[in-house]
Structures are given as structure tokens and as C-alpha cells.
């Protein structure tokens, strides 16, 4: 009898599943079928022409967004474009350009070791010419498409020198361009080592590993692992790097999806450095996907002292497919699990709010689990560290300067009335050259409100909007007055806020982005915290 029942509730399953399968198949046809039926009936009907392939990407894009933001759709033409997003190469010469419009090309950071650096070009020249091309009616994207091209062809160019204004034919064999995962690796004091990743692409766990030996070499005792940022990349290269510091077998991450090929166990394969170097890792909310990754096994294991920000919060695993006319499809197959078993995703993108919005997953949801050590650790909201760090808070003013162009700006200015500065150990801006920035920025076009002053304004409105301005007005004027500053005062108050930003910048134009690194450690607050537990 309980063998015909079993049997009965198993062919009952299976009828279920069955009927779950046909239900979902009648839908999409009956979807496709209507998609169809309107395109025919528009390109029949409609009283102009369609702009059929516009229609058709912005459906494309708008199907997917409903699903969640890491699913794509990348059509043929947008291939390059998409290898640059996932894995930070491209063919080119090795340089980031500046371009107004109306204006020629300059150089703004050349990668050390590229071909534009080996034919001498250097921070501040003027591209005239692209392959004959006159670049001052192009925007910005257009001139560096035609810089862009398959590695080994040519690319010529008319040069206008920074400082000498000598006019110059160059021709630049383009090379397969890497922008490097491991940004810097260095020791910051006698004994701990520091390692800075930006991203997870193709051998950054070899550049770790290669990074690790050289730092041991040099007395490394404590190494310092910079997740900061760094928005994630491949699942195989997370995997590779947390086995280099646990025992080989170890469970680093698991992923569950529909079909059983995405859902599985991932363990360490190879043999470990290092099982024994104390080790933090250094995360913030910038920290997504892979970095959550190495950033939730090192925990449950506890393996490493996870420091900063709560992270992201990303536990959703893509795959590539190839689709049809050589496009490609990014599609989210599975969320993965750190080895206590917990899901960092801290936002549900299956459940939407009426206005369409998504929410994150409430604290009352989340579970506990237990690292190796019997710590407890939560699921649902991204890796909250072990010891939590103060994060640099910025002026408004800053902000301001920086993405206003104010300090680049100041920075190409600098740049052709000098040739050299300090390495970046001994480079500090001077009085006088803050005297230069200071002349410099007043004669610029910039929001220099302070964020007190910018709520006052928007108090105003609203008090206007509402007919009570004249019933405050005396109050309003005396405030007013108090926190009113002109542009030179406001510029000498935040002067220890600026400078940093103006020294990383100068110091990347003339010695590489490995030189910015240097400076901008030494005014990082929160690793200087993490040094000092």
C-alpha cells in the first residue's frame, strides 16, 4: 500500500511539473504570437515609416530590465564594447584621450609600457590628425573609435608636442590593451604588504599570486587585500584566489539555479601559498559579485579579517550565451552561496513594488549562519565586515571641482608649463602652486555652494513656493548672511580636502596610474584604521 502511494504522489509530481512546463510554453507562444501580429499589423498600418530596429532594442531592453539589471542583450556591433565591460581589454594604442568639442584631441593618461608611451607620446600633446582625419569636428567617442582597431594594424597620427608645440607624424601599431586587475602591490610599512584589485578578469588570481611572492620576498608579514570598488568579473578567478590562502578541497562558493548545470559545488583545486599570514580584506559598498565572493569565503572559513563597508550586496551568477546574427545574451542563471551557506543578494528583483520599483530584502528576512569558527554571519544584504571603518567623506565643493573638470582642467594646464615633478614618495603640492590652483579655479564657472548653503536655497524655493518668504524674511537674511562665502574663501576652507585630488592627478599625468595609487594612499583614512587593529 505505501509503495502505490508513493508511486501515486510520484505521478501526481511529474503531471504537476508537466502542467507547470505546457503552461509556461503556451504563454511565451502566445506572447510571440501578439508580438508578431503587431509588428505585421504596424509595418501594414502605421502612417510612416517604422524605425523598426530602434523599436525593436528599445523591446529587447525594456523585456530584460524587468527581469534584473545584469541580464543584456549585446547585439554584434556592440561585441568590442562589451569584451572592454568584461574583460578590460580592447585593440588600441594605450591611452585615455580628452576631447571638447570644437577642440583637438589631447592625450590625458598614457598606460605605462603601451605603445602610445614606446612612440613618445606623453600627457598634454595635441592629436591634429587620425589617419588624415581632421579631430576637432569629432566628439569624443568618435575620435576614439578611430583610435580603437584589431591589434597589429596602423594607426597614424599629426602630433602637436605639449610643451614645444612641434608638429609630428607618428604612426602606433595598436596592441591588444589590458587594463590591469592588480593596480598596485606594494609594502606600506616594514612588514605588511598591499594589494589593490580593481576587477576580476581573465589571470588576475596569477597576478596575485605573483603579487603575494614578490611582497613576501620583500618581509611581507600581513598582507592587505583592497576590494574597495571593485565591482567583480569571473566566479572561476574568485574561486582561484581564495585558494591561495585555504587548504586545497576547501568549499568556496555554491550556486543553485533552474537547471542542475548551474547548480553545483565549487571547491579550491590547487595548493595553497599561504594558510598562515593574517590576512584583511578591505570592502565597501562598491564591492560586488566576485569580491563578494572571496570577501564571504575568507569569512566562513575564517580565514581573513573582513574590514569597511557592507558590500553590494550581488549573489547572482551570469553566463554568456551566444544568440542569433552574432549577438550575445548575458542572462542571470543562478544565485551563488558563500560556505555557511548564505545568499548575499540584498535586493529581490522577482517580487516588484505596484510602482514597478524592487526592494531590498528587509533585516526581519535575513538568517544567521555560522562561519567555521561558530561566528555568526547574516545572509540577504551583501558581507557586513568583521570591523567596521569610517568612510573619507567629501565636501560638496569637492565634488564639484573634480567632476566639473575644474582639477583636470587645472591639471593640462600644469602639465605644459612643466616637465617634470617629484616621483610620488616626495611629490607634495607647494604654497605656491595652491596659490596657482586657488587664481585658477576663481576664474572658472563652478557650484561652489556649501551643502548647508544649497538646503538654504532649496528651503527658500519651497518657502516662496508656499507664500511664507516675506513672513521669515528677517530670519532668512540674517541666516543667509552667516553662511554665505565667496568662492576664494569657500576654495581656502576645503584646501586640505583638495590637494589630494590635485597630487593623484599630477602624479598619474607624469609617472603612470600606479603613481596615483601611492599618493592616494597616504591620505586613505580608513586603510590607515585598518592598520592601527
Given amino acids: 500500500m505505501k509503495k502505490r ?99 583637438n584631441v589631447i592625450i590625458n593618461e598614457p598606460y605605462a609600457g603601451s605603445p602610445a608611451v614606446r612612440a613618445g607620446l606623453e600627457c598634454g600633446d595635441e592629436i591634429l590628425e587620425i589617419d588624415g582625419v581632421d579631430t576637432k569636428p569629432l566628439e569624443s567617442k568618435q575620435a576614439s573609435e578611430r583610435m580603437k582597431g584589431q591589434a597589429g594594424t596602423d594607426v597614424c597620427f599629426k602630433i602637436k608636442k605639449v610643451r614645444t608645440g612641434e608638429i609630428k607624424e607618428i604612426k602606433i601599431k595598436r596592441e591588444r590593451i589590458h587594463l590591469p586587475d592588480v593596480e598596485y602591490a606594494g609594502m606600506i610599512n616594514d612588514t605588511t604588504g598591499y594589494i589593490l584589485q580593481s576587477g576580476f578578469t581573465s589571470s588576475v588570481a596569477s597576478e596575485i599570486k605573483a603579487s603575494y611572492l614578490k611582497l613576501k620576498d620583500a618581509g611581507m608579514k600581513k598582507l592587505v587585500l583592497d576590494l574597495r570598488g571593485n565591482g567583480g568579473g569571473l566566479m572561476n578567478e574568485a574561486i582561484d584566489i581564495i585558494s591561495l590562502f585555504v587548504p586545497k578541497g576547501s568549499l568556496a562558493v555554491s550556486s543553485k539555479g533552474r537547471l542542475d548545470s548551474t547548480t553545483k559545488e565549487y571547491r579550491t583545486s590547487s595548493e595553497p601559498v599561504d594558510t598562515e599570514i593574517p590576512l584583511v580584506v578591505l570592502i565597501d559598498g562598491g564591492s560586488a559579485s566576485a569580491s563578494e565572493i572571496v570577501a564571504g569565503a575568507l569569512q566562513d572559513l575564517d580565514r581573513a579579517t573582513i574590514m569597511g563597508q557592507r558590500s553590494y550586496g550581488k549573489g547572482l551568477v551570469q553566463r554568456v550565451m551566444p544568440i542569433a546574427y552574432n549577438g550575445q545574451l548575458k542572462v542571470t542563471t543562478a544565485k551563488y552561496y558563500t ?72 591639471v593640462m594646464n600644469f602639465v605644459r608649463s612643466n616637465a617634470t615633478i617629484p616621483e610620488p614618495e616626495e611629490f607634495h603640492f607647494s604654497d ?17 555652494r556649501s551643502s548647508a548653503k544649497a538646503l538654504f536655497d532649496q528651503m527658500k524655493k519651497e518657502l516662496e513656493e508656499d507664500g511664507l518668504s516675506e513672513a521669515c524674511r528677517p530670519e532668512f537674511e540674517a541666516l543667509e548672511s552667516a553662511i554665505n562665502m565667496d568662492k576664494e574663501k569657500v576654495l581656502r576652507l576645503k584646501k586640505d580636502e583638495i590637494i589630494p585630488f590635485i597630487e593623484e592627478e599630477l602624479a598619474v599625468r607624469y609617472h603612470y596610474q600606479e603613481a596615483g595609487v601611492k599618493v592616494r594612499l597616504r591620505y586613505d583614512t580608513a586603510l590607515a584604521e585598518a592598520l592601527s587593529h
Avoid at 501578439?34 to 509595418?43: C, E, P
Avoid at 567596521?388 to 575644474?406: A, C, H, N, P
Wanted: some cysteine; overall charge negative; aromatic content about 10%.
Fill in 339 to 410: 560556505p555557511s551557506g548564505r545568499c548575499v543578494q540584498a535586493i529581490d528583483y522577482a517580487t516588484r513594488n505596484e510602482d514597478g520599483s524592487v526592494s531590498h530584502i528587509p533585516d526581519s528576512l535575513t538568517h544567521e549562519f555560522k562561519t567555521a569558527g561558530g561566528r555568526t554571519v547574516r545572509d540577504g544584504g551583501g558581507i557586513t565586515p568583521d570591523i567596521t571603518l569610517k568612510t573619507e567623506k567629501y565636501s560638496r565643493i569637492v565634488y564639484s571641482l573634480v567632476l566639473g573638470g575644474i582639477v583636470d582642467d587645472y
Fill in 432 to 448: 605656491a602652486q595652491w596659490e596657482d590652483f586657488v587664481a585658477f579655479a576663481k576664474t572658472k564657472d563652478f557650484d561652489y
Fill in 5 to 103: 502511494i508513493l508511486a501515486i504522489a510520484v505521478m501526481a509530481l511529474a503531471a504537476s511539473g508537466l502542467a507547470g512546463a505546457q503552461s509556461r510554453s503556451f504563454n511565451i507562444g502566445k506572447w510571440m504570437e501578439i508580438h508578431d501580429n503587431i509588428l505585421k499589423t504596424l509595418s501594414m498600418s502605421y502612417v510612416d515609416s517604422l524605425p523598426t530596429d530602434r523599436m525593436m532594442r528599445a523591446g529587447i531592453d525594456a523585456m530584460l530590465e524587468e527581469i534584473d539589471p545584469y541580464t543584456i542583450y549585446v547585439p554584434e556591433e556592440e561585441n568590442e564594447d562589451f569584451e572592454m565591460m568584461i574583460g578590460k581589454t580592447y585593440g588600441g594604442i594605450g591611452a585615455i584621450i580628452h576631447k571638447k568639442v570644437g577642440e
